[in-house]
């Protein structure tokens, strides 16, 4: 391994309409490869260069046989499999706006979804189908079921076997031609900390994220998808292997036992991502002595920490991390081999980053405040949240983005995370970063994962909780654990609550729900350090 400066293949200039433009790429690759293999999915099914552009136009006939247009919204909800991918694909070559919907969704949540985007058309998986039944469908009026047949299976919509997906591609009307700022998909936010937004992002955007994210894919590379394509980093990967014509394996998702079986069987030297939990998973594998006989050659993780940096020594692999978000194309990038613990990098080639105070002052080198952003390019960024003109008009305050997230920039140009604004703990007149707390839980030998959140103090203010799950076979004491942390952490931030529990609630990214920590608060389970006796003082200095 060896360390490079910050990676230069991003460029700033505006792309041709036939290098950014999805259908324009498969139309070049299906001419130029034809027969070569591009996809590859976890069932075993394969598809070359020319099967996957006779099967998007075919996909694309029949959405246009049942309504579809241009601008309109085709929803997809589903895992990471082939239907997915011909989906989105038949969407775009008829101009329509692909809506990938996560997977977990039900309730309240679905109804918002279906109800936001407007949809009157879905695909879906049949174990998906009973989540229908009982809510308020919005416009939606046809049900796709990605199944060989529809007998059988209940849905209060009208109701179509797999099969409806065929049509005759020489019937497809090509006269709309997506441009680079028309609205290529809508994804919608993980909804960690509340309703979930759909970003309505444009082919430029997306052309940006991927290069921003896998800017180093050539079409030598061989790509394995395991992010969900609900998820930008999954449709962000797949675009950035497209735009170079590298293959592709799609599977459903990440699972740490079976990751490098993935990766060697493809012969992968690329892959969409480690991120949070991911990367610790990895680490914490028992050590083999062929970690490093594996054809991966560069990925994307976050963070940078010791951990990160020893797991790509040990397994061989280069590396570059980041910051991103859905709304954003990576404005933030590391060099390759980045050393400098928690980084997430420096501003990229033609965007300009600034960490302000609540009133939109840029602050001090660090000095925390909310890290906004701004693009030089027109389109670069999301084009607003569909549907919600008005979280848009509150994103977008005084011209640039303001991500939410609490950050601070040191003398050499460094920028690194804290927490987000509303995961901050303030308790007895402290800001406390919920990441440093749980970094230091993180070191506790038990302990696989740690979430720390704010809960209401008597006293007011907030009280440090931290729910945390042991790795397999490992209990954690909780007296053993805060004696552990006492001596480690000052002490406003030694929590007072620790909940204990198998698994920590998850987005299907990987991500920590803490709303739904927060909501539960202090569950009758929960073990209270005061309670135990152990009340935590400043050291008076004499």
Not at 52 to 80: D, E, H, M
Not at 183 to 190: E, G, L, R, Y
Request: net charge negative; glycine share 8%; aromatic share 8%.
């Amino acid at each position: 391994m060896t360390t490079a400066p910050h990676p230069p293949w991003f460029d700033p200039r505006m792309p041709a309409r036939e290098d950014c433009v999805t259908p324009c790429l498969l139309d070049k690759y299906a001419a130029q490869f034809g027969a070569r293999e591009f996809l590859r999915f976890e069932d075993g099914t394969r598809w070359s260069w020319a099967e996957t552009r006779q099967i998007a136009l075919s996909t694309a006939a029949a959405l246009q046989a049942r309504g579809v247009k241009a601008g309109n919204t085709v929803l997809a909800w589903l895992p990471n499999n082939a239907t997915l991918v011909r989906t989105w694909l038949g969407a775009n070559y008829l101009g329509a706006i692909f809506v990938p919907i996560n997977a977990s969704y039900r309730g309240r949540l679905l109804e918002h979804v279906l109800a936001t985007s407007r949809a009157k058309l879905m695909v879906c998986h049949p174990q998906l189908l009973d989540r229908l039944t009982g809510i308020a469908t919005a416009d939606m009026a046809r049900v796709i079921v990605d199944a060989p047949s529809s007998d059988g299976l209940a849905c209060p919509l009208s109701l179509e076997a797999r099969e409806a997906l065929d049509g005759d591609p020489a019937c497809v009307d090509l006269s709309h031609q997506p441009q680079l700022w028309d609205t290529q998909m809508v994804i919608f936010t993980s909804g960690t900390t509340g309703p979930s937004k759909g970003v309505q992002a444009s082919y430029l955007h997306m052309y940006a994220s991927g290069m921003g994210q896998y800017g180093y894919i050539t079409g030598a590379d061989k790509m394995l998808v395991n992010l969900p394509m609900y998820h930008v980093g999954g449709v962000a990967s797949f675009l950035a292997a497209l735009r170079v014509g590298a293959s592709i394996a799609v599977h459903e998702g990440f699972n740490t036992r079976e990751f490098w079986n993935q990766i060697r069987d493809f012969g992968a030297t690329v892959t969409s991502g480690l991120i949070g939990a991911m990367t610790t998973f990895l680490a914490k594998n028992e050590p083999a002595s062929d970690d490093a006989d594996n054809p991966l050659r560069m990925i994307t993780l976050a963070p940078v920490n010791a951990m990160t940096i020893a797991l790509g020594q040990r397994y061989g692999f280069d590396y570059i991390s980041g910051f991103n978000m859905t709304e954003l194309s990576v404005p933030l990038v590391t060099g390759v081999n980045e050393t400098v613990e928690r980084s997430c990098g420096r501003p990229r080639t033609g965007v300009q980053c600034r960490v302000v105070d609540d009133h939109d002052i840029e602050v001090p080198h660090g000095t925390i405040g909310e890290f906004v952003v701004r693009s030089d390019r027109p389109w670069d960024q999301f084009s607003g949240y569909f549907g919600n003109p008005e979280a848009t008009a509150t994103a977008w305050r005084n011209g640039w983005y303001h991500s939410g997230d609490l950050m601070y920039r040191d003398e050499a140009g460094n920028f690194f995370f804290v927490d987000r604004k509303k995961d901050a703990i303030r308790r007895r007149g402290e800001n406390i970063s919920s990441i440093e707390v749980e970094i230091d839980v993180g070191t506790f030998p038990a302990v696989r994962e740690v979430a720390a959140y704010a809960v209401a103090s008597p006293e007011g203010e907030d009280e440090v909780m931290i729910c945390v799950a042991p790795k397999p076979g490992a209990t954690i004491d909780p007296g053993a654990l805060i004696a552990y942390l006492m001596p480690r952490m000052a002490h406003f931030m030694v929590p007072r609550y620790v909940r204990i529990e198998s698994e920590l609630p998850k987005t299907p990214t990987n991500k920590i729900q803490k709303t739904e920590l927060r909501a539960e608060g202090v569950t009758p389970a929960t073990w209270d350090r005061e309670a135990a006796g152990l009340k935590l003082k400043r050291e008076r200095l004499t």
